[in-house]
């Protein structure tokens, strides 16, 4: 969870070695008061009077929106929790959002789930499913839902005002209502810490224990913990000094996965990091390694004193921020659910009634690069699916020698999944202009450079930023050495309000947001000093 401005923050550089002072209570539990229902979101679709409203992205009907948290699928259904201000449309009264869906794109907005008081705002955290009553917080017959949150504690609180610590809640009913745990908070700092934060569980078979990943933000330490009822937390070590340090170290999550055509496995840590991001701002980083139950050590990380470019990122754009895992998604690879968004300027984008939405799902595999493990991003195979099946596949072959074109009226369309191979067979650059003006002067600028084997996506032109300063106007992403032939495929999920480019097989990913005119529904491609094929295919959403 991060506040507006890290600014806002007090800095408390802790010793790694902080004690830890663990609250448990067996005591009964309350029911929380009831929740605000929020909008629906289903049925919402952009239009002239709301232009930039997605079609495929989760976003709320009303309302401010920002980090995921509470990522679970349970009985065929994926919970979305995140921030969310029920009462305006910028970060404050933080409290947890609720959607649901069946496929990762199509979305239900479900009533709040834990509403912000007085005493307690709700920061970020995580949900797990305990299957067998471990916490006791349920029955064998109806084991609970379990939600680990960062409590921000206001007036009256049951810690200091401005103190940050870790608690819980649980649902019987599937996630339609919650009742805190009535010995919160379950976890906290000695001394109190106002940076304690995002709590994130993984179950580690090996100890038959659960893992929590938190944070103390601003020491740029995350801090491991481990339970067997997932009430009382026994502290096991800190990871730190590694990889970027430019800001807020945030939304840390520690999961293991499958090397790529192999029989290892390995830990990766994932992070959130604001500002100091390799796009500037927000932006995240992850780290490979080891894990023995106890200690998370990174192979190959960047020492903290090195350029950005040396880090391991998750996406090269400036609008991917606080994603973590599904908590029980089919398949065996990752499913994250991130943020779009950038502190930079999150709170000034032009959107109403609401301001916020998340990326596509994407799943995550480990491969081999030429001097580390890295991690290559695809959309999420359910949300995939439907994206494919949403309309008719239109396609277009041509070659351009230094020129443009424009592409027709079968890719006019504000929203569509576009899969995109060039051939750059002496041209200097090539590319494609989505989201054009009948006069060509403004348009998002998707293109690939074959001297540089560099992806890039440049909003400069694209609409509407005079809003931010900080806006940025490109980002781009230098694709493996091997892919440096002068062919280069990628795949472009274009919304009303972003597009997310996943290049080289999900070696890169540029994630951005922009806010066109409504008008501007154009689509060319473009060769620059020498001739390109094309062949560009797309699907309506």
Known sequence: MTYPSPHLSRRQLLAASAAVVVAFSAASCTQQESPTPGPTAGGHRPAASDPWRPVAHLTAGKNWLNDPNGLVYHDGTYHAFYQYNPRGNSWGNMSWGHSTSKDLVNWEEQPVAMEASDDEEIFSGCIVMDSHNASGLGSASNPPMVALYTSAYGKNGALPQGAQAQSVAFSLDGGATWQKYHGNPVLNLAPTNNNFRDPKVTWYEPGRYWVMTTVVADAQVVKLFKSTDLLRWEFLSDFSGAGAQGGLWEVPELVQMDVEDSTAKKWVMILSINPGGIAGGSGMQYFVGEFDGTRFTAENAAAPDAPLNESQWLDHGADYYAANSISGAPGDKPVLLGWMGNWDYAQDVPTTP?????????????????????????????????????????RKDLTLGSSLQDLGGDFTARSQLIELTMDLTSAREAGLVLRRSSDGKA??????????????????????SNFSAKFSPYHEAVLPSSANDGTVQLTILLDASSVEVFAAGGAAVITETFFPEWDNTGSSAFSVEGDTGFTVTSRTL
């Open 443 to 464: 348009g998002l600028r998707v293109s690939f450079t074959k001297e540089t084997n560099t992806v890039r996506v440049d909003r400069s032109e694209a609409g509407t």
């Open 354 to 394: 609401w301001r916020g939405s998340m990326a596509i799902p994407r799943e995550l595999t480990l491969v081999r690069g030429q001097k580390r493990l890295e991690l290559r991003s695809a959309i999420a195979a359910a949300a995939r699916d439907t994206l494919e099946g949403s309309g008719e596949v239109k």
